[in-house]
T-cell receptor
Framework: GPKVLQIPSHQIIDMGQMVTLNCDPVSNHLYFYWYKQILGQQMEFLVNFYNGKVMEKSKLFKDQFSVERPDGSYFTLKIQPTALEDSAVYFC??????????????FGPGTRLTVL | QQKVQQSPESLIVPEGGMASLNCTFSDRNSQYFWWYRQHSGEGPKALMSIFSNGDKKEGRFTAHLNKASLYVSLHIKDSQPSDSALYFCAVMPNYNVLYFGSGTKLTVEP
């Protein structure tokens, strides 16, 4: 089936540094999402993105977070600067559209981010 | 904000048995409901969706939705060891954002 890839699978960085998480969504999908999962807790929506713009974001999407997809390449989540509470697994997802027949979100395997 | 709660936290069923997973949600205006399955080391993968009250069957899997009771469930018939995974209920109020429950860990014992 359609696959979403995420690079890297693990990232360890020092608090205060910048990190970029990369997502290669399904090729013909138009909507892109980031979700955050802290160990042992439920997965929570961060942001969605369409046509070069953030459509909706949650309160977890702090000012230090940004997303972009320059020239149809990777869909990225950048955190600058990082904080200890940013340690989590970040899942990227994509969907073809938002109508009832197109809304299924396909998830990548996640990037485990550890902030020291 | 949408609250999604799942029960039980973990479930052990024998191979060939029936697994029943439960989910409640808080927003009566929610329209779309999904069940996702996640195997260790992988991202969640959609199992099935349900949009109308009643039952929806896909192979060994049956989802049930009762919007008035704010309740959705998943039943897995003839459970197989390969069904062992983390199962998430997810509510999609507006086609765009998924609100996940905390998951049910299913173990099917041979």
């Amino acid at each position: 089936g359609p696959k979403v890839l995420q690079i890297p699978s693990h990232q360890i960085i020092d608090m205060g540094q910048m990190v970029t998480l990369n997502c290669d969504p399904v090729s013909n999908h138009l909507y892109f999402y980031w979700y955050k999962q802290i160990l042992g807790q439920q997965m929570e929506f961060l942001v969605n993105f369409y046509n070069g713009k953030v459509m909706e974001k949650s309160k977890l999407f702090k000012d230090q977070f940004s997303v972009e997809r320059p020239d149809g390449s990777y869909f990225t989540l950048k955190i600058q600067p990082t904080a200890l509470e940013d340690s989590a697994v970040y899942f990227c997802a994509s969907s073809l559209g938002t109508g009832v027949n197109y809304a299924e979100q396909f998830f990548g395997p996640g990037t485990r981010l550890t902030v020291l | 904000q949408q609250k999604v709660q799942q029960s039980p936290e973990s479930l052990i069923v024998p191979e060939g048995g029936m697994a029943s997973l439960n989910c409640t949600f808080s927003d009566r205006n929610s329209q779309y409901f999904w069940w996702y399955r996640q195997h260790s080391g992988e991202g969640p993968k959609a199992l099935m969706s349900i949009f109308s009250n009643g039952d929806k069957k896909e192979g060994r899997f049956t989802a049930h939705l009762n919007k008035a009771s704010l309740y959705v469930s998943l039943h897995i018939k003839d459970s197989q060891p390969s069904d062992s995974a983390l199962y998430f209920c997810a509510v999609m109020p507006n086609y765009n954002v998924l609100y996940f429950g905390s998951g049910t860990k299913l173990t099917v014992e041979p």
